[in-house]
């Protein structure tokens, strides 16, 4: 079992910029690959952004040059980095964990971009 938990989401300004965290713990040395997923009111959930344990990246077109994610060595923490954001960028975001197992995922944290 691997437990996923976010944090870093918020209110910002156009143009302004957050770092979200996602903390894991549990079975973390069965992860190959970790995301970012985002849901807005009355839409699917979505991929942002997604990393291999070889540091491969994926980005939605819609974030490419503007956000940018990362982990760290052990595989138990990895962020997103999001600048010069939109307000079309608010929603949930959710951090998941592929796993062996399957696939896990935390409890979200709101991004909120408003003037």
């Known amino acids: 079992q691997v437990q996923l938990v976010e944090s870093g989401g918020g209110l910002v300004q156009p143009g302004g910029s957050l770092r979200l965290t996602c903390a894991a713990s549990?079975?973390?040395?069965?992860?190959?690959?970790m995301a970012w997923y985002r849901q807005a009111p009355d839409k699917q959930r979505e991929l942002v952004a997604s990393i291999t344990i070889d540091t491969r990246t994926n980005y939605a077109d819609s974030v490419k040059g503007r956000f940018t994610i990362s982990r760290n060595n052990a595989r138990n923490r990895w962020y997103l980095q999001m600048n010069s954001l939109k307000p079309d960028d608010t929603a949930v975001y959710y951090c998941?964990?592929?796993?062996?197992?399957?696939?896990?995922w935390g409890q979200g944290t709101q991004v909120t971009v408003s003037s």
């Open positions: 998941n964990a592929q796993s062996k197992p399957g696939d896990y």
């Open positions: 549990g079975s973390t040395a069965s992860i190959y690959a």
